[in-house]
């Protein structure tokens, strides 16, 4: 369910900031794995341990990606506002569609806008997965399998058949003996080299008792990190006085 990359960050330019040489080096075929009941039900302990019964009924969050780009999500509507620099998009995520404002006024120029709403698409796809990718171990055309590994942790390995900007991406989950999630492996098709490892760190407790990783280790050297989080029932839980998707 990806991706063009980590927002305006671009996951090709922290390729190349981390070092191509290297990083060819670590390069790691995709792994095999085994579906069936006791993938699913590794899935489901990680669900569990995440709670995602909590994340699903939160009607709101608000978060900030790697400093850059900024979110206001109704969940329940599928709604959000998706904003960087002088330019914010109201967004149906639906039907991808919406409005577009550049210093507060809004976008009449019907081309204009739409690369705006397409920008703000790709930047969603990949920013809101950072956020919450564990709780999508179920969706629409994924496969989940086990992987046998030589090391304490489990491995849960997720592949995305369809959704997002760039369809067809795996990710290794290694999760703790009690299903917590301690890190993934990525194979994502805009990056020539697989096998990436990313630590999921620092988790937060969201209002009713939902988890997130704050903070995202790339290969040991480059953190993207998610900040400003709030949630809640109201939009006045996120400290706004008035709706932002009118």
Same mark, same amino acid.
């Given at each position: ?43 489901q302990q990680m669900l ?6 909590? $994340? ?61 709403? @397409?920008?703000? $698409? ?13 709780f999508k171990v179920f ?40 299903? /917590? ?8 098709? /805009? ?26 280790l790339i290969a040991g ?9 709030? @949630?809640?029932? @109201? ?12």
């Amino acid at each position: 369910m990806k991706k063009l990359g980590i927002g305006c960050l671009s996951i090709l330019g922290i390729f190349l900031v981390l070092g191509i040489i290297g990083f060819i080096a670590a390069n790691k075929p995709l792994p095999e794995g085994t579906e069936g009941p006791k993938a699913d039900a590794l899935a489901q302990q990680m669900l569990v341990k995440l709670n995602k019964p909590a $994340w699903d009924s939160l009607n709101y969050v608000s978060w900030t990606f790697a400093d850059r780009q900024h979110y206001i999500w109704d969940k329940q509507g599928n709604d959000a506002v998706i904003s960087w620099g002088d330019i914010k998009v109201v967004m149906d995520l639906d039907e991808v569609t919406g409005t577009a404002f550049d210093s507060g006024t809004a976008v009449t120029d019907e081309n204009i806008k739409q690369k705006l709403i @397409s920008a703000a $698409w790709a930047n969603w796809c990949n920013d809101s997965f950072w956020l919450y990718a564990p709780f999508k171990v179920f969706d629409k055309g994924t496969t989940r399998s086990i992987v046998e590994t030589d090391k304490a942790y489990k491995a849960l390995l997720v592949s995305y058949e369809g959704g997002g900007v760039t369809p067809g991406d795996s990710y290794l989950w290694l999760l703790d003996n009690n299903g /917590m999630p301690q890190a993934y492996q990525m194979w994502v098709g /805009m990056l020539p080299i697989g096998g990436i490892h990313v630590d999921w760190e620092d988790w937060t407790t969201l209002e009713g008792g939902a988890m997130i990783a704050q903070n995202h280790l790339i290969a040991g050297k480059m953190n993207v990190a998610l900040t400003n989080i709030k @949630s809640g029932q @109201s939009i006045t839980d996120l400290g706004l006085d008035s709706n932002p998707f009118q």
